[in-house]
Structures are given as C-alpha cells and as structure tokens.
C-alpha cells in the first residue's frame, strides 16, 4: 500500500473541511497544508473522505460521508453524477453553478495576469431557464457487458460503460432513439466491437438530432466496413424509428480513443441534417462539428453581435470557423466574411452553408489560421475585426504576434477553456485594452464555460487607417 510523505496511506480515511473549488468542479480542502482533491463536495462542507491517490505535490479522495452540508447542495442529484462524467457540477444548485464558472475566469486571469487584469469586467454568466436535456447529440459507445448489450459512456478513468439511456444532460429525441435503437441491434444480433481483441463490428452509435423539426441523423461508427444484415435493419429502422431520416457508416479501425475515423458513408436516406440558429441555416454532414446547445449559441452570437456592432462596410475574418456558424450568423450585416479553418470537410461545410443561405460575400478557406491570416493581408485585406474561437488548446503563437502586429482595432475571443484564454490575454493585452467578459454556460452541470471577450487596440498604439467602433 502506497504511503505518502505526509505519512498517510492510500485508503485511510480523514475528515476535511472543503475550501473552495477546482477548476474540474471537484472540492478542495487540506491536510497539514497540503493540496487535497475530492468530487462531489463543496465549499463550507466538512466531509470524511477516503484517500484513493497519492503524489508528490497533492492527494486525491472520495467522499464517504457528509458532516456539514452546503445550503448550496443539490439533494436530489442524477442517479449517473456518481457514475459517469458530464455531470460534475450536478451536486451544486445551478444558480451557484452559473457563480462558479464566472469564478473559474477570474482564478485564471489571478494566476496568468495579464496587463491590467484586476480591473477586467467580468459579466455574469448567462445561463439557461432549464439546464437539462440540452444536447443536441448522443456519442455513445455500445459494448456486451456480461451478455447484455450495454449503449453509454465510460466510467471516469476507465474502460467500463455505464448504462446512459437515461442521461438528463441528452436531448430527449437522441435518448428515444437510443432506447429504440438497442433493442433493434440486440434482436439482429450484430457482431459487437470487443476492445481486448479488437474483433467485433459495432463500436459506437452517434445521433444528432433536430427537436424542432423532429428528425435525426444516425451513424454507425464500426471496426469494418462489413455491417451483417444491412437492408434489414435499415428497414427495422424506417419502421421502428421514423425520425431518423438518414443512416451513415463511419469507419474507424483503430485503437485510440478517437470515436471517428475519417471515411463516413450514407447508407439510406438525406446527406445532411437541416439546424437553424437564428435566421441562418445549416446543413450537416454525420461528422461535422456543430455547436452541442443550440438554445444557448443563439445566446453566445448575440453577444457576439452586441459586442462587434458591425456595419455594412466591415470586413470580418472569422478565425477558427468551424462550420462557418458565426461568420455566416453576421455576413447579411457586413461587406465581406472570410474564414479559415484547418478541417477540409467543415471548410466544404461552411461554404455550402454560404450557398444555401445565397449569402455570396462570406467565403472559407483550408489551412492554419496562423498561414493564412498574413497571406490575406499580402493580398490586401484590411479587416474591421477579427473574431476567433479557437480549440482549447488557445491560439498558435504566431497568430497572436500577427493580431498585435496588424493593427486590428477589435477582435472577439470567443474561448472554451480558461486556461489558454487568460495566457493568450498576456500577451493580446500588451497591444489591446479588454472592454468586458462575457461568460456564458454552453454545459450546464459540467465545469466547462464559454466566454466571449471584447479587446479594442490601445489608443498608444499605432492605429489603423479604418476606424472600427
């Protein structure tokens, strides 16, 4: 059994008074001023946990029972909060919730400082009227676990799935589609994927759907392109579940974590699935990235708008576009969007999305922002603004001297995780003047938050000739 250097030992018990919180939702309390981190509890708690893992420089617990409870305590969690991830915050009351995640920005600007960032406005964070049954897409993976067929998630940390037909964090439609869906498969009996040999055919389910008009998208994520009984189960599909009105199959024979391979192909029915966020419509490909909460993305490119206040003259660069959700949301308010993007099958997502909406003055190109961006300017273009909401490991460096370089009088950082947000500010903040904050929940009872940030050019520094305000 493992000791520590503090003498203690990998199951022994302590009771501990719970500080505050990390920035993975989990309490932190300590012992004889160490570092101590255990889920499910929260601040002002005083807990008995059970050590479960030692290192150098920190522990880690679980909680065995509760002395003092929080007035800020759900009592009526999820039965899966315990079981499964997607639900760490599930134990805190959602207006704390919504407190939190703005605290989690403030904790990440405290320990990158960025010029001038103790009088950085932070907004509350905007949340939702009802945080559950939110997204809008199901990855779950489907396995035989003790002779029965099992569709959900893993346990945190392991390879163990957990029944997830009941996920309160899922769409409602993905969920009865699922519930319908396993039985079908369990009654053909399929060749299930088994990890530990890498035999077996099915690994993973994925359904996107679309509540508003009530369909759906599923795809088959497998081991071969071989799927016994094809035409048979799509017909039991058709029959049992009609709102899915397109079937795909993706292959991915590898070993890794990745869910999709990079070969999908429609086996019955549209190539596409239909989403609107706002007046703006999508059409997604199986594998295309789109937003998980379409209730609280309207809400984010609201923001976005307020704080761009374009004009029928702007140029926008939209950075890191995805599908072009963004760029496309501003291009009827704006002369010009261009937009890059690293992913060619979202790039061919975005421009048809441009088509689909007749919108001729936004256009996407293939490549890395940082190569990009500089070529644009060699060609002329002289941009109002730049939005970017980069993957959250945060902006390549050379991008972020080309922004303090270029003489953009605003930009709109739109981030997933603090971390290489408030890094990025360090050095952003050297050039440009952080106007608000705005935090905004995409996950509710999770730790993840979304922030959008307003930076205009620092009147010392050299401007510009175009004049954005």
Same mark, same amino acid.
């Not at 315990?82 to 639900?87: A, F, S, T």
């Not at 059409?283 to 990235?289: K, W």
């Not at 050095?427 to 003047?433: A, C, D, I, R």
């Given at each position: 059994?493992k000791?520590?250097?503090?003498?203690?030992?990998?199951?022994?018990s302590l009771?501990?008074?719970?500080?505050?919180?990390?920035?993975?939702g989990?309490?932190?309390?300590y012992?004889?001023?160490?570092?101590?981190?255990v889920?499910?509890v929260?601040p002002?708690?005083?807990?008995?946990?059970?050590?479960?893992?030692? /290192?150098?420089?920190?522990?880690?617990g #679980?909680?065995?029972?509760?002395?003092?409870?929080?007035?800020?305590?759900?009592l009526?969690?999820?039965?899966?909060a315990?079981?499964?991830? @997607?639900?760490e915050?599930a134990?805190?009351?959602y207006?704390?919730q919504?407190?939190?995640?703005?605290?989690?920005l403030?904790?990440a600007?405290?320990h990158?400082?960025?010029? @001038?960032?103790?009088?950085?406005?932070i907004q +509350?964070?905007?949340g939702?009227?009802?945080?559950?049954?939110?997204?809008n897409?199901?990855?779950f993976?489907?396995?035989i676990?003790n002779?029965?067929l099992i569709c959900?998630?893993?346990?945190p940390?392991?390879?163990?799935?957990?029944?997830?037909?009941e996920?309160?964090?899922?769409? %409602?439609?993905?969920?009865?589609?699922?519930?319908?869906?396993v039985?079908?498969?369990? %009654?053909?009996?399929?060749?299930?994927?088994?990890p530990e040999s890498?035999?077996?055919?099915?690994?993973?389910?994925?359904?996107r759907?679309?509540?508003s008009?009530?369909? /759906?998208?599923?795809?088959?994520?497998?081991?071969?392109?071989?799927?016994?009984?094809?035409?048979?189960?799509?017909?039991?599909i058709?029959?049992?579940?009609?709102?899915?009105?397109?079937?795909?199959?993706?292959f991915?024979?590898?070993?890794?974590?990745l869910?999709?391979?990079t070969d999908?192909k429609?086996?019955?029915?549209?190539?596409?699935?239909?989403?609107?966020?706002?007046?703006i419509?999508f059409?997604?490909?199986?594998?295309?990235?789109f937003?998980?909460?379409?209730t609280?993305?309207?809400?984010?490119?609201q923001?976005?708008?307020?704080?761009?206040?374009?004009? +029928?003259?702007?140029?926008i660069?939209?950075?890191?576009?995805?599908v072009?959700?963004?760029?496309l949301?501003l291009a009827?308010?704006?002369?010009?969007?261009?937009?890059?993007?690293? %992913?060619? /099958?979202a790039v061919r997502d /975005?421009?048809a999305?441009?088509?689909?909406?007749?919108?001729?003055n936004a256009?996407?190109?293939?490549? #890395?922002?940082?190569?990009?961006?500089?070529?644009?300017?060699?060609?002329?273009?002289?941009p109002?603004?730049?939005i970017?909401d980069?993957?959250?490991?945060?902006?390549?460096?050379?991008?972020?001297?080309f922004?303090?370089?270029?003489?953009?009088s605003?930009i709109?950082?739109?981030?997933?995780?603090?971390?290489?947000?408030?890094?990025?500010l360090r050095?952003?903040?050297?050039?440009?003047?952080i106007?608000?904050?705005?935090?905004?929940?995409?996950?509710p009872q999770t730790?993840?938050?979304?922030?959008v940030?307003?930076?205009?050019?620092?009147?010392?520094?050299?401007?510009?000739?175009?004049?954005?305000?």
């Open positions: 059994m000791t520590s250097q503090w003498h203690l030992k990998i199951g022994q009771t501990l008074t719970i500080k505050k919180m990390g920035i993975n989990e309490g932190i309390g012992w004889r001023n160490h570092v101590i981190f889920p499910q929260l002002g708690e005083i807990a008995t946990i059970e050590i479960t893992h030692i /290192a150098p420089n920190y522990l880690r #679980r909680l065995i029972k509760l002395k003092k409870t929080s007035p800020h305590r759900n009526q969690p999820p039965v899966l315990k079981q499964v991830g @997607g639900l915050l134990h805190l009351l207006p704390q919504l407190s939190y995640k703005q605290a989690m403030h904790e600007l405290r990158f400082r960025p010029r @001038g960032w103790q009088k950085y406005h +509350p964070t905007i939702m009227n009802d945080p559950w049954h939110y997204r897409k199901a990855q993976p489907i396995r676990v002779g029965k959900g998630l893993f346990k940390g392991s390879h163990t799935i957990v029944d997830c037909l996920m309160p964090t899922q769409g %409602s439609l993905t969920l009865s589609i699922l519930q319908r869906l039985p079908l498969i369990q %009654s053909f009996n399929l060749p299930i994927y088994q890498n035999s077996g055919i099915l690994k993973t389910l994925v359904v759907e679309n509540p008009t009530n369909q /759906a998208q599923l795809t088959f994520i497998t081991n071969s392109w071989k799927l016994p009984q094809k035409r048979a189960l799509i017909a039991a058709n029959q049992k579940i009609p709102e899915v009105i397109s079937i795909a199959q993706n991915n024979p590898g070993t890794t974590s869910i999709w391979g999908t429609i086996l019955w029915g549209q190539s596409h699935l239909i989403e609107t966020i706002g007046k419509q059409q997604l490909s199986p594998a295309a990235f937003q998980l909460n379409l609280q993305t309207e809400k984010l490119y923001v976005v708008q307020q704080m761009l206040n374009p004009r +029928p003259t702007d140029t660069v939209d950075a890191y576009a995805g072009g959700t963004i760029g949301s009827a308010q704006v002369q010009t969007v261009i937009g890059s993007e690293i %992913s060619p /099958a /975005a421009n999305n441009a088509q689909l909406n007749h919108l001729t256009h996407y190109e293939c490549g #890395r922002t940082a190569q990009l961006y500089p070529q644009w300017l060699q060609r002329g273009l002289q109002s603004a730049v970017v980069p993957p959250r490991t945060g902006l390549e460096p050379e991008f972020l001297q922004l303090n370089q270029s003489h953009l605003k709109i950082y739109l981030s997933c995780n603090p971390s290489t947000w408030a890094r990025d050095t952003l903040s050297q050039v440009y003047h106007q608000t904050i705005q935090p905004v929940d995409m996950f730790p993840h938050v979304e922030s940030t307003l930076l205009k050019r620092r009147r010392s520094s050299k401007q510009s000739n175009r004049n954005f305000e």
